[in-house]
C-alpha cells in the first residue's frame, strides 16, 4: 500500500508570494492533517480535514488555509509569504479522526528567501 | 505554539543496550498517545501507540508505557540498534480530531 505523498518536496520561494503544497494520503483514508516543523518550534498542528470540511485549526494567521478534495487529497495555500514561514510541512492522514494511527509523508521543505 | 522545540536532549547509547526515552505530556483529559521516529530529511515515522485505558503496550523491541498520575510517557528501545539513531517525538491528543500534540523531541545516538 503506498504511503502518504507529498509534493514537492522542495520549494524555493520569494517574500510575499504564495504556494501551494499538495497531499495524497493513504488509499481509505479520509483524515488529513497539517503540520509545520521548524527548529525553534517543533512540530506545529496548522489544521485537519475529513470528508472536505476543515474540523480543526490551529494557532496560525489566516495566511495560512487549505482544503480537501472528494478522493481525500489535499492542498495548503500560505500567501504573502514571511521568511519565518521556512519550515518542513507535514501532512498525515489516518482512517479516521480520533484515537487512529496517523501516518506522515516526508514532507515538503519550503525556504522563503 | 503548543509545541515548543528549542535545544533538543540528547540520549547517546552504545549499541546492544537498551534505550529510555522519557516525555511528559501536557493534558490530562488526553487519551491517546504516539511515539515517532524521525530522521533526517523524512517525515515522523509511526512507532507504538497507547490509548489511556492501559499502562503498557509492547512492540517489536519497543515498550511503552503511560503514568497518568504524573502525565509522563516513557519509550523503551531494547538491544538499540544504529538505525535507531533519530529523533523521537511523543505526541497526544485530547479527542480534537486529528490534532496531535508533540513533544520537543528527543535525539538518540548510537555508537556502534
Known amino acids: 500500500k503506498a504511503g502518504v505523498t507529498q509534493t514537492p518536496r522542495y520549494l524555493i520561494k520569494t517574500r510575499g508570494q504564495q504556494v501551494t503544497l499538495s497531499c495524497s494520503p493513504i488509499?481509505?483514508?479520509?483524515?488529513v492533517s497539517w503540520y509545520q516543523q521548524t527548529p525553534g518550534q517543533g512540530l506545529q498542528f496548522l489544521f485537519e480535514?475529513?470528508?472536505?470540511?476543515?474540523?480543526n485549526k490551529g494557532n496560525f494567521p489566516g495566511r495560512f488555509s487549505g482544503r480537501q478534495f472528494s478522493n481525500s487529497r489535499s492542498e495548503m495555500n500560505v500567501s504573502t509569504l514571511e521568511l519565518g514561514d521556512s519550515a518542513l510541512y507535514l501532512c498525515?492522514?489516518?482512517?479516521?479522526?480520533?484515537?487512529?494511527?496517523?501516518?506522515f509523508g516526508q514532507g515538503t521543505r519550503l525556504t522563503v528567501v | 505554539g503548543e509545541s515548543v522545540g528549542l535545544h533538543l536532549p540528547t540520549l547517546s547509547v552504545q549499541e546492544g543496550d537498551n534505550s529510555i526515552i522519557n516525555c511528559a505530556y501536557s493534558?490530562?483529559?488526553?487519551?491517546?498517545f504516539i511515539w515517532y521516529k524521525q530522521e533526517s530529511g523524512k517525515g515522523p515515522q509511526f512507532i507504538i501507540d497507547?490509548?489511556?485505558?492501559?499502562d503498557k503496550r509492547q512492540g517489536q523491541r519497543v515498550t511503552v508505557l503511560l503514568n497518568k498520575t504524573v502525565k509522563h510517557l516513557s519509550l523503551q528501545i531494547a538491544a538499540t540498534q544504529p538505525g535507531d539513531s533519530a529523533v523521537y517525538f511523543c505526541?497526544?491528543?485530547?479527542?480534537?480530531?486529528?490534532?496531535?500534540?508533540f513533544g520537543q523531541g528527543t535525539e538518540l545516538s548510537v555508537k556502534p
Open positions: 498525515a492522514s489516518s482512517l479516521a479522526r480520533t484515537n487512529t494511527e496517523a501516518f
Open positions: 488509499s481509505g483514508h479520509r483524515s
Open positions: 480535514y475529513f470528508s472536505e470540511t476543515q474540523r
Open positions: 493534558n490530562s483529559a488526553s487519551d491517546y
Open positions: 497507547i490509548r489511556s485505558n492501559m
Open positions: 505526541a497526544e491528543t485530547y479527542n480534537q480530531g486529528g490534532k496531535l500534540i
